[in-house]
């Protein structure tokens, strides 16, 4: 199955692996867990990222400084 989102949080929770596609050239792909990094999504998104843990352990990723 495919899916898109922007949201790297849902693609985490939901996709085993993931590529990641900005200006419509791909800039990575592979496992959701080792990809999906603060420097990968600040890469992709021009932005900071921090991570954040819940009790459980998941992590979810915040805009950042």
């Known amino acids: 199955m495919l899916f898109t989102t922007h949201d790297p949080n849902q693609a985490l929770r939901h ?3 993931v590529m990641m596609i900005r200006a419509g050239r791909m800039l990575a792909s592979g496992v959701a867990q080792e990809l999906l ?3 990968s999504l ?6 900071g990222i921090e991570t954040v843990r ?11 400084e």
């Open 15 to 17: 996709a085993d692996r």
């Open 37 to 39: 990094t603060p420097a």
């Open 42 to 47: 600040m890469e992709l998104y021009g932005v």
């Open 54 to 64: 819940d009790d459980a352990g998941r992590v979810a990723f915040l805009p950042g």
